[in-house]
């Protein structure tokens, strides 16, 4: 079974604060992504990574980094979080190649005030 | 035009009757579906994929995909209360991405 790991579940931060959320995949799969949901809105696509090193913006990138040394690691990083950065974040992976099934893990709420 | 529209429901269907759910998406180039469920509070899990066009069926599930139309919806029979959830539509054009839909939610009534 496919398992994508994120550390941390809930989280409160302050505005101004920087936050990294951290996700692990075991798959040995070449892409990685971040999505945050927000009601009425879907899933939405911060950043993406389809190597070790190698990053995309996704539609809404602004406000986030990201950053992938290993391959089974994807973090993605708040600079300075703001309110509307609240909301729970999703990370995600596939094998490389079109068609392959994207596995999501369970999701980081951030919450900042 | 968003590039995949969905209905926001939510959508109400009696137990035992037939749950369509549909999606179109705007670009023709798009190449692979998805079908994601997702229950509250939890993350989406894959239902099932489609890249022909035509009927894909597993189990109660079965995904319809029309390329010349641009839509693609997912049929579940014999609905069950525990298929209520918000279902996701995905379309990837080939480039790794995935482009999600807002997603519609489903209520089974018992």
């Known amino acids: 079974d496919v398992k994508v790991t994120q550390s941390s579940r809930y989280l409160v931060k302050r505005t101004g604060e920087k936050v990294f959320l951290e996700c692990v995949q075991d798959m040995d799969h070449e892409n990685m992504f971040w999505y945050r949901q927000d009601p009425g809105l879907g899933l939405r696509l911060i950043y993406f990574s389809y190597d070790v090193k190698m990053k995309e913006k996704g539609d809404i990138p602004e406000g986030y980094s990201v950053s992938r040394e290993k391959k089974e690691r994807f973090s993605l990083i708040l600079e300075s979080a703001s309110t509307n950065q609240t909301s729970m974040y999703l990370c995600?992976?596939?094998?490389?190649?079109?068609?392959?099934?994207?596995?999501f893990g369970e999701g980081s709420w951030l919450t900042v005030v | 035009q968003k590039e995949v529209e969905q209905n926001s429901g939510p959508l109400s269907v009696p137990e035992g009757a037939i749950a369509s759910l549909n999606c179109t998406y705007s670009?023709?180039?798009?190449?692979?579906f998805f079908w994601y469920r997702q229950y509250s509070g939890k993350s989406p899990e894959l239902i099932m994929f489609?890249?022909?066009?035509g009927d894909k069926e597993d189990g109660r599930f079965t995904a319809q995909l029309n390329k010349a139309s641009q839509y693609v919806s997912l049929l579940i029979r014999d609905s069950q209360p525990s298929d209520s959830a918000t279902y996701l539509c995905a379309v990837e054009k080939g480039n790794e991405k995935l482009t999600f839909g807002t997603g519609t939610r489903l209520t089974i009534i018992p």
């Open positions: 489609i890249y022909s066009n």
């Open positions: 670009d023709r180039g798009s190449q692979s």
């Open positions: 995600a992976s596939r094998s490389g190649g079109s068609g392959n099934t994207i596995y």
